[in-house]
């Protein structure tokens, strides 16, 4: 712990602040988004900060605050002795994600600040043109250079009474799976705690979303609501403090995304951006691609079982299917007990203490399947509860690149304190000196570790459409609240594929071929709607073949180089158009009413293109796998004019004509 005694030389500094001001502030480089800092004026005052969009106030009163055990908070009653401003203006690569770059320009705000005992603490705020990010930096100080955070009560002030969409948690322990709730601001309960995003919607359109970024070596954050603001919760350790950390130490950064339209959170990479550069060197190896998921079909190939899954003979008809519809991965994960691929004396998912992820289960014959698969191009995927790789992370992804898995699916951490946060690096480290691609799941939001560690896939943290394996939880308009939630933080598995979908009043949940509520073209759009760079092909291979919409999903990118909104209500519409290559695809979903579509067309470039819609039939409610298809000539001046059914979407593909003259 560290200890601070002031001296009279520091109470002399204090005695000739006088250059600093009471207020601070900083604006985006357009101009429109301004952050103002209040510093303390009483010994029982923390500095506090507000936001403005357009002139109007969106947060107010926003303490800083860092609780240190055995020196209380770092903030109270601190001087500002220094501050430092400075312009950013870059272009970066954004390794497969929603562009294929981003432009890392901000303003940021360093302010140097120093506590009655003598230590010192910096506020460090970012201000973008769609974003204001703040963290707390800790220098190297004292004679141990280790602290213990016991809490921090960084708040959020919300001006007015917006509407919010909230994510409620019974505690901490959480897979982060959970309903959207909308409400009003001021209805929300007080001491609910709650998830991350939290997205805020004002009247006049204006909506914000609060989150955050770089989550590294600290405890993952909630929000609570207290009579006056969201206040910031740590995740804390089984001994109830929040944060052990050495010195020189840098919080996550606290994020609040910020635009005009919904629209506009969903098209930011300023959570990219606040995360550090690449960590693993030669990223080559990185191949984002499609994947089987049999585990959410049930473990079929056809529409009953005819073989085990784990058999020769089904592997290679798996592996068929992947070669000749372009689908790069297959998934090698349970047998139809949910007993998994390696060794255990479980017989089903849950781990056996002898549960031995080095070793391949004595009944598969992995590099039988591995040789078939590789003669076919396809590359192998598995999954591994999180648990069996404690203690012996390295050894365990050493056994993985022997075996010949291209990607992990790591599950069931249902937690975000410190320790698993470290944990999971620990994996994305290991897993990036093996060349294994990651995806995180039964996890907390995304915070933009794609940027610093590029083979992660994908998080979870997001109640999807595996729930329609259990009951009816995951209709089309919560897959519309989500979008405009967990959505925001970045990439969100969420189960895509399902080929068999029912109107409501059909709707029954099944383990094994389950049903899928939205139409064909709904889950279509899916894929160009959600954020996925290695999204399932989830259904039985049956279940696709010679299906209407199957070659839209067949052909259709999992990244993307340009990214654009064209219209989005929160839990009723998004349409999205995305450029990879010389060809733009555009998805649209909609929830509870039909919705006719009228978009304009100026993103693309001038010239001559043709356009393949896939759109819901005029039967669609009487069987909502039909669709309807058309051709047609379009250019840059023209309109996107589409009719979406209830519960309904659209796909289309357009790409530059023979003559684009």
Known sequence: ???????????AVFLFIVSVHAKEALRSPDGNIRVAIELPTTSHDLPTWSLSFHGNALFTNC???LQIAGDGDWFRNAHLISKHIEKHDETIPVLFGKSSSARNQYRELRLNFIGASGQKIDAVFRCYNDAVAFRYEAPQQGAHGRIVIADEATSFGVA?????????????????????TTTRYDNIKRGALLDMPLTLSWDD??????TEAALRHYAGMSLSKTNSALRCQLSPWPDGTKV???????????VVLVGKRPGD???SNTIYCLNDPPAIGDTSWIHPGKMTWTWWNGYLYDDHRTQPILSMEMQKRYIDFCAANGILYHDVVCDEHDKPWYSQSSTNLLPSPDADVTRVRADLDLPAIRAYAESKGVRLWTWVWQSTLRGKVEPAFAAFEKMGWSGMMVDFFDRDDQETVEFAEEILRAAARHHVLIHLHGIYKITGWQRTYPNLMNHE?????????FGDSCPPEHTLLMVFTRLVAGPMDYHLGGFRSVPRSQFKPHMIAPNVLGTRCHHLALYVCTDNPNPTVADYPSAYIGQPGFDFLKSVPTYWDETHVLDARIGELLVTARRKGNAWYIGGIGAKAAHAIDVPLSFLAKGKYTM?????SSNVAENPNLLETETQNVRSTDRLRVTVAVDGGFVAEITPASNSN
């Open 63 to 65: 303490d800083l605050s």
């Open 205 to 210: 359109g204006v909506t914000a979303s609060i």
């Open 160 to 180: 007015g009474n917006p509407t919010a969409y909230i994510q409620l948690l019974k505690n901490f322990r959480t897979s982060h799976e959970h309903l959207v």
């Open 1 to 11: 712990m560290v200890t601070f005694r002031a001296t009279s030389l520091l109470a």
């Open 265 to 267: 959170l969903l098209e």
């Open 461 to 469: 943290g997001a109640r999807n459409l595996e729930y329609l394996k």
């Open 244 to 254: 052990k950390t050495t010195l020189p130490m840098r919080s996550p950064w606290r």
């Open 612 to 616: 393949r819609l896939w759109k819901d």
